[in-house]
């Protein structure tokens, strides 16, 4: 008899758990955020990066809500350029340089982005490479008059890409990024599409040497050289 009361007792005990929760009023408890989830991938962005890097027209910086940049990116890249920031204008977001993510953060981030943004991609698949490579300036004089002058000239109807403090903010990185993926929603081709008298657009090393002319035009001073920077081991012109 005992056992049955006791037992009878839980029974109690445990039907007023259950039933507490059907109570109206009660406050449901928040599903654990896990790290790399797509839900938690989604709100790191709108809290961080949306601002810059949204989609369509919106955003100052090329939106990342867009498979042609995973297609092109390699997480390697993409982590990088989170952890230690890019040029003056894309901030670091390492903890270790102050800012509110760990590496391990970082590289759940990029991976959650690509599963959601990426449409299966891995990167590298672009036909180019997504960092920036050194190129010759003077055949990239003749690229910038006849694919690009038309809508950049200084005066031109999409703003003049050589004007100096333009290129005081922006990084070669930058220009090469907004050649490569160009901006569809504000009319701006992409590096593979139709271009003034190059109707099959550029070839990677057009693109190379355009981006290495233009930054000519950038007056030059320690405090800019990280945006002028080129990594050593992506030099093309030297194996022309
Ligand atoms: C059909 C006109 C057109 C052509 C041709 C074109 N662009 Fe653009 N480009 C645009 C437009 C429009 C934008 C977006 C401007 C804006 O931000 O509103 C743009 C944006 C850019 C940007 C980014 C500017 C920014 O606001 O950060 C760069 C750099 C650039 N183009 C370089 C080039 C280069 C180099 C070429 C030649 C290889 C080229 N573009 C060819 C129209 C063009
Ligand atoms: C204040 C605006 C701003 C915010 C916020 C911002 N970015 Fe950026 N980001 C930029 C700008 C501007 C650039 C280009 C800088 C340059 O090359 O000179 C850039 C560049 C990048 C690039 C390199 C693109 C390429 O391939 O050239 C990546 C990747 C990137 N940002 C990711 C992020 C992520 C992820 C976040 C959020 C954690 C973020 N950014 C937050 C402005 C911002």
Request: aromatic share 6%; charged share 10%; hydrophobic share 40%.
């Amino acid at each position: 008899m005992r056992l049955h009361i006791s037992r009878f007792l839980s029974c109690l005990a445990i039907l007023a758990v259950v039933g507490c929760d059907r109570m109206p009023g009660k406050p449901k408890e928040a599903t654990p955020v896990v790290i790399g989830s797509p839900a938690w991938t989604q709100s790191t962005f709108n809290t961080n990066c949306r601002g810059c890097h949204s989609q369509g027209a919106e955003g100052a910086a090329i939106p990342l809500i867009d498979a042609g940049y995973w297609k092109v990116a390699t997480d390697a890249q993409v982590i990088q350029v989170i952890a230690q920031g890019q040029g003056v204008l894309m901030p670091s977001y390492l903890d270790s340089n102050g800012g509110p993510m760990s590496s391990d953060q970082i590289a759940a981030f990029v991976k959650g982005m690509r599963t959601l943004w990426g449409a299966g991609s891995s990167g590298g698949q672009g036909g180019i490479s997504g960092t920036v490579v050194a190129g010759n300036a003077s055949a990239g004089s003749q690229v910038f008059s006849s694919a690009c002058a038309s809508c950049h000239a200084a005066g031109g109807s999409a703003g003049s890409v050589t004007d100096p403090m333009y290129l005081k903010l922006i990084s070669n990185q930058g220009l090469w990024s907004a050649i490569v993926y160009g901006r569809a929603a504000l009319g701006s081709p992409a590096w593979n599409q139709p271009m003034p008298q190059h109707p099959n657009g550029l070839t990677p090393t057009e693109v190379a040497d355009v981006v290495s002319w233009i930054a000519q035009s950038r007056p030059m001073s320690s405090a800019n050289a990280q945006v002028n920077s080129i990594p050593k081991d992506k030099n093309v012109s030297d194996s022309k």
